[in-house]
């Protein structure tokens, strides 16, 4: 774990945000399934 603590401020910064945005992109991925399976039980019924 040493090495963390040598990363400077800006990348430790820059990973925050690509784990930002993965969370985002996992949100839309469970949503753009979410209204998939809706439209497919609309579909059924």
């Given at each position: 774990?040493?090495?963390?603590?040598?990363?400077?401020?800006?990348?430790?910064y820059v990973?925050?945000?690509?784990?930002?945005?993965?969370l985002?992109?996992?949100?839309?991925?469970?949503?753009?399934?979410?209204?998939?399976?809706?439209?497919?039980?609309?579909?059924?019924?």
């Open positions: 774990m040493k090495w963390e603590v040598e990363i400077p401020k800006d990348k430790y990973k925050v945000i690509n784990i930002k945005w993965l985002i992109l996992h949100a839309g991925l469970i949503v753009l399934l979410s209204i998939m399976m809706y439209g497919a039980w609309s579909l059924g019924n």
